[in-house]
């Protein structure tokens, strides 16, 4: 039996995320498991149409910049400590769900780069033209594919 003071530091949930941020983090959860189940069963032609797909309803609502870099911190530390594949484009898929819920209006983006290794495709989402997933490969990216966020 080991003393309490002998235990390793917890590296829990709370340790990654201030206490304001922790909701955010479990929608972050709970997005990225839904877009993770839809990339399993569906094909990604199926995938990236749901993406492109105008918004159902009214699309009043706008997020401020908090709110928009809470989203996005929580979509990357979230997915980085999932045990399934949480890529650009389960990420992506997760801020558009989530995006959705809140009445948010956002742009999917899909673009290409070469590199030594060859093509490389990323997937990525906006929102008021900042990057809410995607993070730095969005700057090396030629756009092919984009929606207007409406």
């Known amino acids: 039996m080991t003393a309490p003071g002998d235990r390793p530091p917890r590296r829990g ?3 990654v995320f201030e206490p304001g941020e ?3 983090a479990l929608d972050a959860f709970r997005y990225l498991a839904r877009a993770r189940i839809l990339h399993a069963r569906f094909p990604a032609s199926r ?3 749901r993406l492109r ?10 997020l401020d910049a908090d709110s928009r870099e809470r ?10 400590r999932m045990p399934w594949r949480s890529d650009c484009m389960i990420q992506s ?5 989530w995006l959705d819920r ?14 030594p290794e060859g093509i490389a495709a990323h997937a990525w989402i906006e929102v008021d033209g900042h990057v809410v997933t995607g993070g730095r490969a969005v700057g090396r990216m030629a756009a092919f594919m984009e929606t207007n966020g409406d």
């Open 13 to 15: 949930w709370r340790r």
């Open 22 to 24: 922790l909701r955010a």
């Open 47 to 49: 995938l990236i149409e």
């Open 53 to 62: 797909a105008p918004a159902d309803g009214p699309r009043p609502a706008r």
């Open 71 to 80: 989203m996005r911190r929580a979509l990357i530390a979230v997915s980085r």
């Open 93 to 97: 898929l997760a801020a558009r769900m």
């Open 102 to 115: 809140l009445g948010v209006p956002c742009a999917f983006r899909l673009g290409a780069t070469r590199g």
